[in-house]
């Protein structure tokens, strides 16, 4: 009941919540602490919800495949829908517990942040960042930090890591998005494309921000569906162009060890 109740007090603070997400998702919680089976009423009396809103619930989730219902037992139970979302879940944090230590590496060796990033809608989503633990001198960035794809070298890496099928839908889902300043956005995409077709890599040098340089390559594990991006940045003064390229070589490298597994942690 530990789980239902946490939500339940979310539920109370936070007005911006959408009562039937919160509900659904307190349904759902109370399998966590119960046996297989429950009935509508079970789900009622451990959520506090009325029988109207469990029975429409419960009718909701099991169209969606989230919940099994047994005709023969009257009762439900969690569906492999669920099960797809928690392994999703599970795989995630796996390679990030994975690639993290040589994220870190990378941060120490170059004094620079270091992160992993996937396509998250129209941005970057940072699963997991490295700071350098040799310079305060990093960028504050952290994990759930989110960045643009147009313009910024995890985006374009990102890019660059789709079938070319989807990178031309989602070019023009950004396209629609980005309006009147796309003009300006599509070249610095196209050349971060290019440069990643010819080097592996692709370099920002004050593009993304005046005074940060950057590199990103794309990032694709052979156990993981969804593409990702390995990218560095740094202050101007203490990244040199020489210095951003001989970056951009090694995460050409690492990126190769992870995809293949030859990395090891």
Sequence with gaps: MATTKLLQRGDRREPSVSPALSRGLRLLS???????????SDIAGRTELPAATVARL??????????HYSSSRRRFRLAPGVVRLGYGARSETQIIEFIRPHLQDVADRFRVHTALAVLD?????????????ATLVTLRLEAGSRVSIAGTPVGHALLAGLEPEQRHSFLSDLARHHGKDWHMLEPQVEQ??????????????GGWH??????????KPSDQPAVMSLG???PRGQMPLPMLKELGQ????????????????
């Design 30 to 40: 109370v399998f966590a602490d119960a046996p297989v089976w429950l009935s509508n």
């Design 58 to 67: 419960t009718k909701s989730l099991t169209g969606m495949g989230l919940l």
């Design 121 to 133: 809608g129209i941005e970057a989503l940072h699963l997991e960042v490295c700071h350098s633990t």
């Design 192 to 205: 971060g494309l290019a440069e990643i077709a010819g080097s592996g890599f692709t370099l920002s040098l």
């Design 210 to 219: 005046p005074d940060i340089h950057g590199v990103a390559v794309p990032l």
């Design 232 to 234: 560095c940045g740094a």
């Design 250 to 265: 090694e995460l050409v490298r690492l990126s190769a060890a992870l995809t293949s597994g030859r990395a090891s942690a």
